[in-house]
């Protein structure tokens, strides 16, 4: 019977003895109060949740798989991950290294490294689903307009909509500069895409209300080659002015 155990002596090791993380912490205001103490507590819980709630269903998440249903064109995730997932958010970890201005925790994000490294450890497939909302958050973070940080990232924060990261194309491989997805502007301010996209991990499934869809396109004017290519925010589902799903 395969078993997982949490690296903590080796994680504790490294951050404390070698690193002395919370020596570097006190140079940093937004996290000069976490100490060691904090730290491992922290990675004691997350060493749990990875070992007794993820690890459990990755043979079966393998055996089992995604069943696509072709009628509604909805994704249903094998038996357990949902389920996993709610316990995920509940716990509060998708928030650990979030900006509290969000709804985050603050946490360094080191420590929110070693969760995902013993999450993807004990079962990497349920860890993608997670995993690629981080990239949407940091990249909405970093360029995304005020009203798109306070319509995506507090839900992203909490887990509650997970995200994607839409890049390549059929005809594509890594070559995104060959990308033929469109993206015209449409007089209310938002854009219609059209074009095809392959391999987007965690790009439908059943385990949060809206799935938000960072897609590379192209504009009409737009340069030829990876210089011209754009950054859209296209979430499952429209979001209303009050927060509520269109």
């Known amino acids: 019977m395969p078993t997982y155990t949490p690296p903590l002596r080796d994680m504790q090791f490294v951050m404390h003895e070698v690193f002395k993380v919370t020596d570097e912490f006190k140079a940093l205001p937004r996290h000069a109060e976490v100490d060691a103490d904090t730290i491992d507590a922290v990675l004691e819980e997350a060493g749990k949740f990875a070992a007794e709630v993820t690890f459990p269903l990755n043979i079966g998440g393998d055996e089992e798989g995604c ?4 009628a509604t064109h909805e994704v249903k995730t094998p038996t357990g991950f949902k389920d996993a997932y709610a316990k995920f958010v509940e716990g509060g970890w998708a928030a650990l290294s979030c900006d509290p201005q969000y709804g985050g925790q603050g946490l360094p994000f080191v420590v929110s490294q070693c ?5 993807n450890s004990a079962n990497q497939a349920w ?4 995993g690629l909302s981080h990239g949407a958050y940091e990249a ?15 839900k992203l924060t909490s887990g509650e909509w997970t995200g994607t990261m839409c890049l390549t194309e059929p005809h594509c491989g890594t070559d995104l500069g060959m990308l033929r997805t469109k993206a015209e502007p449409q007089p209310d301010g938002s854009y219609r895409l059209t074009g095809n996209k392959i391999f987007i991990s965690a790009g439908e499934h059943d385990m949060a209300e809206n799935i938000i869809h960072l897609v590379l396109a192209r504009l009409p004017d737009a340069p030829k080659g990876s210089k011209g290519i754009s950054l859209f925010v296209v979430p499952k589902f429209n979001v209303n002015a009050d927060g509520s799903l269109g």
């Open 127 to 130: 860890t993608m689903y997670p």
């Open 67 to 70: 069943v696509l249903d072709r």
């Open 115 to 119: 969760l995902y490294e013993m999450l």
């Open 140 to 154: 909405l973070v970093a360029h995304g307009t005020d009203e798109q940080k306070a319509t995506y990232l507090p």
